[in-house]
């Protein structure tokens, strides 16, 4: 089996200093802290396997089909856009996964060029953050797999040094429980990247009810009080 | 549609060729071939910078009020307390509140004016669409340690405001802020006394850390309007970036 090539692209596209505003985002860390949900390593780790079951793998999903697409002649880029707003019931949650899209396309714009990519955008408008993952990857010389194995290590990785900025946990306590992820994250690649080829509307579609609403209650209660984190 | 910034060396980056990037031929007539964010009639960013309490808020208003009759202009902000800032400017009566952006900085307030500015150029986009042309947006840091700078990506010209009672020594201990912004501001000089700092050593330590860079000191309970650093804007201003 070959290695992965557009190696450099896929560790930069998972590195948590890549610019595309990723680190103001907590994936329901801030709100599940501000509620007393969160408070040690121990109920972290908890979320953390909730979350990447759930948000990971559609996220996942989603971009290992948009890396799939891209690599194709005949992009479904609307239907992919729709059908993962429909298997993101919260509109907080849409609203920052556009964001981080919007930050993506940004950062992308100015590193990578690809007609996919402009595709995606003039039938999109403000994208998704999975589908532009999966067209960066595809662009970078990159595989179906590995755009699913970065959009799960995101899924993770911000909440995770979220709460380390929140919660002031011992960094190499959260560092410990993310390795702790790793057969679960390749599972989750597998599976992922065996859809890709689906059409969008057959995607799978966990739902994760729980975060939806620390989404929607973050947006809520936070809109007049202090926030540190836009999600 | 993505701002201009994203390129900001027209194409691929390496927009000036093989030219040695300085001409010593006093009477050449060619463009300035130096990298320098261009100047296409999107609105020119100023950052204010500088440690929690130095006056960053109070200069902004200041300049709100100095500004604001001839400028088009709006504020984004990164403070923590995002809500009070904006709320202070409302009630300055300086800003319409719909001219203020708040920024979430994920904690981590350095982060989100340097090595990531994507949450506030989606800010600035979002004054930039909602108030056509806008020609001024004032970037205000959240409070800050004396390493933090602006990215030149995000802030074409930036202030950094120290204050005296931050104590006299804050100079001399540098730091990219007091060494490298455009103008280092000096706060609340009519403290001086009171915190028994010594104003002379205060300058003539910050023109030593600086070079040729200028240096302002003011009290905004003297000079609400920041007379000074209003001048200095409006220069700023006047002058197309890249040009
Ligand atoms: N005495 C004095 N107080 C000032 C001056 N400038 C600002 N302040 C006060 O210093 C405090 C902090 O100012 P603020 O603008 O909120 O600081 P920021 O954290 O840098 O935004 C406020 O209470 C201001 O009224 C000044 O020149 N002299
Ligand atoms: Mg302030």
Not at chain 1, 99 to 124: F, I, P, Y
Not at chain 1, 150 to 164: D, E, I, K, Q, R
Not at chain 1, 209 to 229: G, K, N, W, Y
Not at chain 2, 126 to 131: S, V
Request: charge should be negative.
């Amino acid at each position: 089996m070959p290695g992965t090539r557009g190696g450099l692209a896929v560790l930069a596209l998972a590195d948590s200093r890549f610019p595309n505003g990723g680190h103001v985002h907590s994936g329901g860390v801030e709100e599940a802290v501000a509620r007393g949900l969160i408070t040690d390593v121990g109920h972290l780790r908890e979320f953390l396997f909730g979350r990447l079951r759930s948000a990971g793998l559609v996220a996942a999903v989603f971009a290992a089909a948009a890396a799939h697409a891209a690599a194709g002649r005949r992009a479904d880029w609307p239907g992919l856009d729709a059908e993962l707003d429909a298997r993101t019931p919260s509109p907080a949650q849409r609203a920052a996964s556009r964001a981080q899209g919007w930050g993506l396309l940004r950062a992308g714009r100015a590193a990578w060029q690809s007609q996919a990519l402009s595709d995606l955008v003039s039938t999109t408008g403000r994208p998704h953050h999975p589908l532009v993952l999966g067209v960066l990857i595809t662009a970078s010389g990159a595989g179906a797999r590995d755009a699913a194995l970065v959009a799960g290590y995101h899924s993770v990785s911000g909440p995770s040094s979220a709460a380390v900025r929140l919660l002031g946990l011992d960094p190499f306590a959260v560092n410990a429980l993310l390795i702790e992820l790793t057969a679960e994250l390749d599972d989750l690649a597998d599976t992922a990247s065996a859809s890709a080829h689906l059409p969008p509307a057959d995607l799978p579609a966990p739902g994760s009810p729980a975060l939806d609403l620390l989404a929607e209650s973050h947006d809520h209660h936070h809109r007049e009080e202090v926030r540190l984190f836009a999600s | 549609m993505l701002p201009d910034n994203t390129r900001p060396h027209g194409g691929n980056g390496h927009g000036h060729g093989h030219r040695h990037p300085v001409n010593f031929d006093p009477t050449a007539t060619e463009p300035d071939p130096h990298a320098q964010t261009p100047w296409h009639g999107r609105p020119f960013r100023l950052g204010i910078g500088g440690p929690v309490g130095s006056g960053k808020t109070a200069l902004t208003a200041a300049l709100c009020r100095a500004l604001g009759g001839a400028v088009n202009l709006a504020v984004v902000t990164n403070d923590i307390y995002t809500t009070e800032d904006a709320d202070f400017l409302r009630a300055a009566g300086v800003l319409d509140p719909d001219r203020v952006e708040a920024v979430q900085t994920g904690a981590c307030p350095h982060t989100a004016i340097r090595d990531d500015i994507t949450a506030n150029l989606d800010a600035v986009d979002r004054l930039t669409e909602r108030h056509p042309g806008l020609e001024l947006v004032i970037v205000e840091s959240g409070g800050d340690n004396l390493t933090a700078v602006f990215s030149r990506g995000l802030a074409d010209r930036q202030i950094f405001v120290v204050d005296v009672a931050g104590g006299d020594k804050v100079p001399r201990k540098g730091g990219p802020g007091v060494t490298t912004a455009d103008l280092l501001v000096i706060n609340k000089i009519d403290l001086a006394d009171h915190v028994g700092a010594d104003m002379a050593v205060m300058v003539s330590d910050a023109h030593r850390m600086r070079g040729a860079l200028p240096v302002i000191t003011q009290s905004l309970t003297r000079t609400p309007n920041a007379p000074d650093v209003a001048d200095w804007v409006r220069a700023q201003l006047a002058v197309p970036l890249g040009v």
